[in-house]
């Protein structure tokens, strides 16, 4: 089946690690998305690529990065955890052209423990 | 810019009851709504969707959501609830020009008593 897989599903790292968090898709989607979650929160959008083009939101801390090395696979990168990093991370694709509305598919998430 | 509310954040029903979960929305021209449902310690999965046409929208697990324009909402209903459907239910809007882009409610946590 299509999906969006995302690694690990669980990470424990310490105050200011730098900890790498990994999805990957198999439904050939030109969109990529990741998402910060926190308790009893809705998703907040970090930053998603549209194909090759990195679109950052104007509230994404510096701390978060992203890299698309190719269509299938993107990585947040925690450069320096903080304890206010910790959350559920999720990875979501879309597929159609920049400035449409279309559907998003989430992975399972990634909840990173910051000690 | 979209914005959505969820009024509800916690709802308890008892299972076998009938669902409704209310979603506003604020968006100047057509929107493109969403719901999706998140059990504990998962992922979003999409329930349904409306972009256009009908108004009366069919979803996955027995659920369907009604589109009123007049009264900006989009709510959620199932008939009959299981308790299987304990979880976080997040309604979205896109709009185009908003680029790929959803914006969430802040989400409706439901709870089923047996």
């Known amino acids: 089946d299509a999906m969006v897989i995302q690694n690990p599903r669980y990470q424990v790292t310490q105050f200011g690690k730098p900890v790498t968090l990994s999805c990957s898709q198999t439904?050939?989607?030109?969109?990529m998305y990741w998402y910060q979650q926190k308790s009893s929160q809705a998703p907040k959008l970090l930053f998603h690529?549209?194909?090759?083009?990195?679109?950052n939101e104007a509230d994404t801390p510096d701390n978060f990065q992203s890299r698309r090395p190719n269509t299938s696979f993107c990585f947040l990168d925690i450069r320096s955890p903080g304890l206010g990093d910790a959350a559920m991370y999720l990875c979501?694709?879309?597929?159609?052209?920049?400035?449409?509305?279309?559907?998003?598919?989430f992975g399972p998430g990634t909840r990173l423990t910051v000690l | 810019a979209q914005s959505v509310t969820q009024p509800d954040i916690h709802i308890t029903v008892s299972e076998g009851a009938s669902l409704e979960l209310r979603c506003n929305y604020s968006?100047?021209?057509?929107?493109?709504l969403f719901w999706y449902v998140q059990s504990p310690g998962q992922g979003l999965q999409l329930l349904l969707k409306?972009?256009?046409?009908?108004?009366l929208v069919q979803g996955i697990k027995g659920f369907e959501a009604e589109f009123k324009r007049s009264q900006s909402s989009f709510n959620l209903r199932k008939p009959s609830v299981h308790w299987s459907d304990a979880a976080e239910y997040f309604c979205?809007?896109?709009?185009?020009?908003?680029?790929?882009?959803?914006?969430f409610g802040g989400g409706t946590r439901l709870m089923v008593k047996p």
């Open positions: 979501a694709t879309s597929s159609g052209p920049s400035g449409s509305v279309n559907t998003q598919y």
């Open positions: 439904l050939n989607h030109n969109v």
């Open positions: 690529y549209y194909d090759k083009d990195f679109n």
């Open positions: 968006y100047g021209a057509t929107p493109y």
């Open positions: 409306y972009f256009s046409g009908d108004t």
């Open positions: 979205a809007v896109g709009a185009l020009g908003a680029g790929n882009m959803l914006t």
